[in-house]
């Protein structure tokens, strides 16, 4: 069994700061892409950032340089850094990651894409 489980949602001020974490926990093989989405009321969920096990990195126009993305490969983690926060970027923030499971088989057998619950984010104008 494999989970995600997000931290670090909150309310902040518009112009403000939070970084998200997330860890991948459980019975993992590896771990490919690694990302972060969110969805706001009435909206369609949609890429925030994400991160390749090599690092490359990927942005949604709409960030134009607030936020960083960044991974720990030794702790299954990821991170996302929001600055200059703006109220439009309210939303439940979802941590994302292409797992292959371990079956104790000393191979992965194919991925899986793994959700986390979510984290509210609020930014106050």
């Known amino acids: 069994q494999v989970q995600l489980m997000e931290s670090g949602g909150g309310l902040v001020q518009a112009g403000g700061s939070l970084r998200l974490s997330c860890v991948a926990s459980?019975?993992?093989?590896?771990?490919?892409?690694m990302g972060w989405y969110r969805q706001a009321p009435g909206k369609q969920r949609e890429l925030v950032a994400g991160?390749?096990?090599?690092?490359?990195?990927k942005y949604g126009d709409f960030v134009k340089g607030r936020f960083t993305i960044s991974r720990d490969h030794a702790k299954n983690m990821v991170y996302l850094q929001m600055n200059s926060l703006k109220p439009e970027d309210t939303a439940v923030y979802y941590c994302?990651?292409?797992?292959?499971?371990?079956?104790?088989?000393?191979?992965?057998?194919?991925?899986?894409?793994?959700w986390g619950q979510g984290t509210q984010v609020t930014v106050s104008s």
């Open positions: 991160i390749t096990t090599g690092d490359v990195t």
């Open positions: 994302n990651a292409d797992v292959a499971p371990d079956y104790g088989l000393g191979y992965a057998i194919r991925e899986y894409v793994y």
């Open positions: 459980g019975s993992i093989f590896s771990i490919n892409g």
